[in-house]
T-cell receptor, first 113, second 112 residues
């Protein structure tokens, strides 16, 4: 069975700080990896995804993530955060033949102006 | 999100009541998913449809939960004899041809 771990439950940063949110998954086969964001009062939105190819993927709003297969990781990064990045961030995985998304427990990001 | 509406947006039920939650995707999406998101947790898979066929219901927590999609479009998640532990946000998602899942706004169910 696949699973996802997000070790940072709540991260607090000042504006312009750099961000890295950890995501590790457990599954030995081919995976598809996703980061979703949920802004206060809004629905889940897709930030970025990795299926294959270049392990460094870029998403919306300046976010990027790097797939490191040897570490089973897919960490989310942003060089300089803004107050509007305050949200809950979820890492998720699907695998070949397994259509459902398996989510981590999420990381709450609070940006202080 | 991306053409998925859910109703009602909020539902308060007394323990023991039956509830029905509706997901209405913009037409043409073959794959439809239901997830349950408890407070402070990530969404958890409930069930999956491909057109009208329910291909995976392994995530339904008990036989009180039932989902259907009779014409391959609108889907309904029904919970019978609701319990307090059923309180959560119920999310519907459709999968695009690009293999991305887009989520609706969810229904927040509170069982008193």
């Amino acid at each position: 069975a696949q699973s996802v771990s997000q070790h940072n439950h709540h991260v607090i940063l000042s504006e312009a700080a750099s961000l890295e949110l950890g995501c590790n998954y457990s599954y030995g086969g081919t995976v598809n990896l996703f980061w979703y964001v949920q802004y206060p009062g809004q629905h889940l939105q897709l930030l970025l995804k990795y299926f294959s190819g270049d392990p460094l993927v870029k998403g919306i709003k300046g976010f990027e993530a790097e797939f490191i297969k040897s570490k089973f990781s897919f960490n989310l990064r942003k060089p300089s955060v803004q107050w509007s990045d305050t949200a809950e961030y979820f890492c998720a995985v699907t695998s070949f033949g397994n259509e459902k998304l398996t989510f981590g427990t999420g990381t709450r990001l609070t940006i202080i102006p | 999100g991306a053409g998925v509406s859910q109703s009602p947006r909020y539902k308060v039920a007394k323990r023991g009541q039956d509830v029905a939650l509706r997901c209405d995707p913009i037409s043409g999406h073959v794959s439809l998913f239901w997830y349950q998101q408890a407070l402070g947790q990530g969404p958890e898979f409930l069930t999956y449809f491909q057109n009208e066929a329910q291909l995976d219901k392994s995530g339904l927590p008990s036989d009180r939960f039932f989902a259907e999609r009779p014409e391959g479009s609108v889907s309904t998640l029904k919970i019978q004899r609701t319990q307090q532990e059923d309180s959560a946000v119920y999310l519907c998602a459709i999968r695009t041809e690009g293999n991305e899942q887009f989520f609706g706004p969810g229904t927040r169910l509170t069982v008193l």
